[in-house]
């Protein structure tokens, strides 16, 4: 095992992939000398030349469709956007090409592309640089959305990602691009669509992704000291979802808290409670409860934004209001 950095694990994925495979490259803005705005491509232009590490005008629609087009024909590209708030201008290509044209041409053609880049609030951005559309992306079929919360999960989901035949969206928590972690220095995969028990407990389930796992692992150091035991599942992927292990984890614990970080209207964790109370609605002690940030834009003040978003206080808060039901 070696400690390394969020986006140095992302970066290894990504030329570990490109060496085996020439059909492979990596297409963004300032994603050639400068190695992107978080340095996650630092380098690669080096390894691979202009011919593979391409640099784009600012034209999200324009360069994701030319990546589109070019997966249609053999090619299997990566699509970084600075961030995925503005994956919003290409959404009409996401959603109306990638996502559909292998079911539009009875399978004629296949759409290996991943679309790649930060997401979620950081510090002091405001509300159009400060939002998550995990949940928009997992409302459409044929597309599969990761996002991971540790450098292990991050190298091995996006080496599954790259590989995968199918259009994914690997979202990447913009807060966590330093955090180190340990990952083994031989090649791993993880499989898509399989979510992780990150703590066994008894009491109560507590259901995440992304940044948000941080925030429990973080609660749960204060939760144990009062005696509950908090099962921690870390979903990875939100599409498809792993109901399965939730489902297991609630026949044991009989109760579950979901913590999201998006806007609460048609969340991830609406669509959790609603397979969970039609596939484990007996095995329930009390009602599920769900924690996402505040039904509002993202304000600029970084104390509102902290009490807007979920937080260790009102996790703490959450798990003592389920346990004593």
Known sequence: MKIIQFKDAIREAMIEEMKKNLNIFLMGEEIGKSGGVFKVSKNMLNKFSKKRIIDTPISELGFTGLGIGAAMNGLRPIIEFMTFNFSLIAIDQIINSAAKIRLMSGGQFSIPIVFRGPTGSAIMLGSQHSQNFENWYANCPGLKVIIP??????????????????????????????????????????????????????????????????????????????????????????????????????????????????????????????????????????????????????????????????????????????YYI
Not at 230 to 248: F, H, K, Q, S
Not at 285 to 300: A, E, G, Q, V
């Open 149 to 322: 919360s540790n450098p292990y999960d991050a190298k091995g989901l996006l080496k599954s990602a790259i590989r995968d035949n199918d259009p994914t969206i690997f979202m990447e928590s913009e807060l966590m691009y330093n955090d180190l972690g340990k990952i083994p220095t031989k090649e791993y995969l993880i499989p898509i669509g399989k979510a992780v028990i990150k703590n066994y407990g008894k009491d109560i389930t507590i259901v995440s992704f992304g940044k948000m796992i941080k925030i429990i692992l973080e609660a749960n150091n204060y939760i144990k000291e009062e005696g509950i035991e908090l099962e921690i599942i870390d979903m990875r992927t939100v599409r498809p979802l792993d109901i399965n292990c939730i489902v297991n984890s609630i026949k044991k614990t009989k109760k579950l808290i979901i913590v999201e970080e998006s806007w609460p209207l048609g969340s991830i964790a609406s669509e959790i409670t609603y397979q969970i109370q039609k596939n484990a609605f007996n095995y329930l002690d009390s009602p599920i409860y769900k924690i996402n940030s505040l039904d509002i834009p993202m304000p600029y003040s970084k104390k509102l934004s902290n009490a807007i978003l979920p937080n260790i206080k009102k996790i703490i808060n959450a798990v003592k209001k389920i």
